[in-house]
């Protein structure tokens, strides 16, 4: 590598999915829980619209494969962003 260069490595995509969530609530600032799935939530609905034959069907299939990771590698909730106590 030469002087004055940086090596850059790809993000994740997990990380890639932070920076867009958080590009979708518009603000730096600390966000409730709800602002989080919020956002998701209209990520998908607008990927699904653009890119699906059957949103509708396929947000099922998303919420159900979904659900079925986490319980399959058991990821506890407090991984990730913080979330408010109620």
Do not use: N, Y
């Not at 603000?27 to 653009?50: C, M």
Request: net charge negative; proline share 6%.
């Amino acid at each position: 590598m030469k002087e004055g260069q940086v090596e850059v490595t790809p993000l994740t995509s997990v990380q890639l999915l932070d920076a867009a969530i958080w590009r979708e609530i518009g603000s730096e600032e600390p966000q409730p829980a709800d602002a989080f799935v919020d956002a998701l939530s209209r990520l998908v609905g607008r990927w699904l619209l653009v890119r699906s034959k059957a949103p509708e069907m396929d947000a099922v299939t998303i919420l159900c494969r979904t659900r079925g990771f986490i319980a399959h590698h058991e990821i506890p909730q407090t991984q990730g962003i913080e979330w408010e106590s109620r």
